[in-house]
């Protein structure tokens, strides 16, 4: 079976080159010629002569020199090409490829310098030197603030008598000299060195009809702070409820969601692309677009469940959990999608293509949105009925309706089918409860 590190093709074709070099630029893997997708031989023709062939061509191309072995297989003749993981970049016809899964990628633009910067010297970008910064560019107030965060997870921090010596155990200054990662996070002005290094929030009538706008700029700790703050007092309705005396302002989104969306695009964004990090509130739903695709280990499926935590920029994540603004690493989209479940709205939806966004929808059980969706009159009246007291019988619908059995039965059956209410509990006992629908 075809994966990362496996792939068939029937017959050579120079073009396959470019399958050995992502090989050699990732884990390296098996070029398997004379096997068709499901492993089956066929055979190659002229076996000895492409034997030897093969070997200089890969030599002249690509500069490696993996195995190519003949093998016989159900009397079929076959050429398995084994390659090893190079510790240079090889390129085939002066591009870079990957392997990703079980394709070949092609690697462009910030993700082909993030490949010869980090990937191949074992190197993160946030690791590396600010050569232009000194430390008097630190903000010594924010690297104190950090201090009392940390102090949970790093007790002896309080002992530590300066900042200078903070941010060296964080790995955040090495030899006297600043990293990216410590510009980021504790720097008076990081857009002095980074310029995309910030936040754009926008009020959007349309996709292209802009009401109003704002630029959150300073270290990732305050653009967290600022952005967070001006979206609950600008962008965002409250609905005011009371708890006795006391009066409680709910948020048409999940705050808690949003903040770990918000700390998931500070830590994990590419801060090699000239993009910033983008917040867009639409009447319908809010949008948190990120430069920087996920690795390619990693899915939008895994994302629904717990799932291994590879950050672009580990040293960011690394304070960030130090300071308690994240718990556990893989589980932060399990809890943006459970607080949304527990708030009554749908399910976000996460993408990957080159940016990484996550899409908050509203409550889409209104009366015009049902409607919408083909819900008659009393289907309706029986969702928001569901809405306010959490379940419905079918005796209930035919009271708040006024319709026989068999005309409940067959719209509340409907409801099911159309993924609105789900059926639970069995004969007198059934009831029919609210399922949360992926928009």
């Not at 109003?212 to 309705?237: V, W």
Request: positive net charge; glycine residues 6%.
């Amino acid at each position: 079976m075809e994966n990362q590190e496996v792939e068939y093709k029937k017959s050579w074709q120079d073009e396959y080159l470019a399958t050995i070099s992502a090989f050699a630029n990732s884990k390296g893997g098996r070029l398997i010629i004379g096997v068709d997708d499901k492993g089956n031989p066929v055979g190659v023709e002229n076996p000895k002569k492409l034997l030897e062939i093969l070997p200089n061509k890969i030599k002249d191309k690509l500069r490696i020199y993996p195995d190519v072995n003949l093998k016989e297989v159900n009397n079929k003749f076959i050429i398995e090409i084994k390659v090893n993981p190079s510790i240079f970049p090889i390129s085939y016809n002066g591009k870079f490829y990957i392997r990703s899964g079980s394709t070949t990628q092609t690697l462009e633009g910030q993700e082909l310098i993030t490949f010869f910067l980090l990937q191949k010297t074992g190197q993160t970008w946030d690791s590396l030197i600010e050569e232009e910064a000194t430390l008097d560019d630190i903000d010594i107030p924010t690297v104190e603030k950090f201090k009392s965060l940390a102090k949970d997870k790093i007790p002896s921090i309080s002992l530590e008598k300066g900042w200078k010596t903070t941010l060296e155990k964080l790995n955040l200054i090495k030899k006297g000299k600043i990293t990216k990662a410590g510009i980021l996070l504790f720097s008076k002005n990081p857009q002095k060195f980074y310029i995309q290094a910030k936040i754009k929030i926008g009020r959007f009538k349309s996709l292209t009809d802009i009401i109003s706008a704002d630029i959150i700029e300073g270290n990732l700790f305050e653009q967290l702070e600022k952005s967070l703050d001006i979206l609950r007092t600008k962008y965002l309705i409250s609905k005011t409820t009371f708890e006795g005396i006391h009066r409680k302002e709910i948020l048409e989104y999940p705050y808690e969601a949003l903040r770990e969306a918000l700390i998931n695009a500070l830590i994990h964004r590419d801060y090699l692309s000239t993009s910033e990090t983008q917040i867009r509130v639409y009447d319908d739903r809010l949008v948190i677009m990120n430069p920087g695709s996920l690795p390619p280990e990693i899915t939008i499926d895994m994302l629904k469940s717990e799932h291994p935590s590879k950050t672009r920029n580990p040293l960011l994540a690394t304070v960030f959990f130090y300071a308690g603004f994240i718990e556990t690493w893989g589980r932060g989209t399990i809890k943006i999608i459970e607080a949304c479940k527990d708030y009554g709205l749908p399910e976000p939806k996460f993408e990957n293509n080159g940016f990484m966004k996550v899409s908050f929808y509203k409550d889409i059980y209104t009366d015009e949105n049902l409607r919408k969706m083909g819900l008659n009159k009393r289907q309706v009246k029986a969702v928001m009925y569901v809405k306010e007291m959490g379940k419905i019988t079918n005796k209930e619908y035919r009271e708040i309706n006024s319709v026989s059995n068999k005309t409940a039965f067959l719209e509340l059956s409907d409801l099911v089918n159309k993924g609105f209410l789900k059926e639970e509990g069995k004969g007198k006992n059934t009831c029919y409860v609210m399922r949360v629908i992926e928009m």
